[in-house]
C-alpha cells in the first residue's frame, strides 16, 4: 500500500484572500475555516476523494524568492487563451521566472505571488 496527498498546506498572508482566489480558479468551496485563521478548501465532494485540500495558514512572514513547488492547472471547459483571461480577470497576474517565451504553458501568480503555471491540455 502507498500514500497519496490529501492536503497541501500554503502559509500566506490573507487565508481568506487566497481561499477566495483558489475557490474560483478549481471551483473548490471552503470546507473548514479553522478559528486560528486557517482556511481549508476542496472539492464539493469534501475531504479524501482524488483531489488534495489545500489549507491556508496564516503566515507573518511574506513570500520570499520563487517557490520551490508549484501548481500546474489545466482547463476544463474552456481553451487556454479563455482561460486565461478568465484567471486574470480573477485576480492572477503574469510572472518570469526565467521563461524563453516559447513555453506552451503561461506562468502566473496568485495574489501572494506564488506562482503557478496554465497548461495548454484541456482535461475534463
Given at each position: 500500500?502507498?500514500?497519496?496527498?490529501?492536503?497541501?498546506?500554503?502559509?500566506?498572508?490573507?487565508?481568506?484572500?487566497l481561499?477566495?482566489?483558489?475557490?474560483?480558479?478549481?471551483?473548490?468551496i471552503?470546507?473548514?475555516?479553522?478559528?486560528?485563521?486557517?482556511?481549508?478548501?476542496?472539492?464539493?465532494?469534501?475531504?479524501?476523494?482524488?483531489q488534495?485540500?489545500?489549507?491556508?495558514?496564516?503566515?507573518?512572514?511574506?513570500?520570499?524568492?520563487?517557490?520551490?513547488?508549484?501548481f500546474d492547472?489545466?482547463?476544463?471547459?474552456?481553451?487556454?487563451?479563455?482561460?486565461?483571461?478568465?484567471?486574470?480577470?480573477?485576480?492572477?497576474?503574469?510572472?518570469?521566472?526565467?521563461?524563453?517565451g516559447d513555453?506552451?504553458?503561461?506562468?502566473?501568480a496568485?495574489?501572494?505571488?506564488?506562482?503557478?503555471?496554465?497548461?495548454?491540455?484541456?482535461?475534463?
Amino acid at each position: 500500500m502507498a500514500c497519496r496527498i490529501s492536503e497541501l498546506i500554503i502559509p500566506c498572508q490573507d487565508p481568506q484572500r487566497l481561499a477566495a482566489f483558489w475557490c474560483e480558479v478549481l471551483d473548490f468551496i471552503v470546507l473548514d475555516p479553522d478559528d486560528g485563521g486557517a482556511v481549508e478548501i476542496g472539492p464539493r465532494e469534501g475531504f479524501g476523494g482524488l483531489q488534495p485540500t489545500l489549507v491556508f495558514v496564516p503566515a507573518t512572514e511574506p513570500k520570499a524568492g520563487p517557490l520551490r513547488l508549484h501548481f500546474d492547472v489545466n482547463a476544463t471547459d474552456r481553451d487556454q487563451a479563455a482561460e486565461l483571461e478568465r484567471l486574470l480577470k480573477l485576480g492572477a497576474r503574469p510572472a518570469d521566472i526565467g521563461q524563453n517565451g516559447d513555453e506552451p504553458w503561461h506562468v502566473l501568480a496568485d495574489p501572494e505571488g506564488n506562482e503557478f503555471c496554465l497548461l495548454r491540455a484541456r482535461l475534463s
